[in-house]
């Protein structure tokens, strides 16, 4: 449409996904300060904490510059996938990115050109992982810290092959017979 907002984007599977395609946001965030940005319009909810040090900084929240291809994420892309993009300008990470509630249980960051999963992982100032975030601390959203950012994804992950060893009924106790009787 006229205000760039691109509409909903097919996935492979027939659903559509949320790509944020609205007009750019950007935030100033003062110098010297330790503070959460969240954005409204086509990035509603979506937040960043930074810290700045003796400058200030902006957070941009943008449409993605990454294609999503379903073979190559290991996130699901349907219905409640959300993608974006976010730049920051003038505050080094780590920075902790939040969706709220009702998205997808996981939140991904494309890191060398992979998608990693980083719900709740933490990071002390000089990059070093240090834990996993508490849970409690951000009620109402899913969580992940990162040293850099753009894109950032919320999305469930892929269902994993079935790791489930076969059910052993009857005809096991058969074969364990006919074993016996060898």
Do not use: K
Not at 5 to 28: F, K, M
Not at 43 to 49: E, F, M, N, R
Not at 56 to 67: D, E, I, L, N, R
Request: net charge negative; glycine share 12%; charged share 15%.
């Amino acid at each position: 449409d006229d205000a760039g907002n691109l509409g909903p984007v097919a996935a492979a599977d027939g659903e559509e996904i949320s790509i944020e395609r609205g007009p750019a946001e950007t935030y100033e965030v003062p110098a010297g300060t330790t503070a959460t940005v969240t954005a409204s319009g086509a990035y509603g909810g979506v937040s960043v904490t930074l810290t700045t040090g003796a400058t200030a900084a902006t957070v941009t929240f943008s449409p993605p510059t990454v294609a999503l291809d379903p073979g190559s994420t290991p996130f699901a892309i349907g219905g409640s996938t959300r993608l974006l993009g976010i730049v920051v300008a003038g505050a080094p990470g780590p920075y902790t990115v939040c969706f709220p509630v009702g998205d997808p249980n996981r939140v991904w960051h494309r890191e060398a050109g992979v998608w990693v999963d980083m719900t709740w992982r933490a990071f002390d100032a000089s990059g070093s992982h240090i834990a996993e975030m508490d849970p409690g601390a951000h009620p109402g959203a899913r969580c992940g810290m990162t040293m850099t950012l753009s894109p950032v994804a919320a999305a469930v992950p892929n269902a994993g092959p079935d790791t489930t060893p076969p059910s052993l009924g009857s005809r096991s106790e058969e074969h364990t017979s006919e074993l016996q009787s060898l």
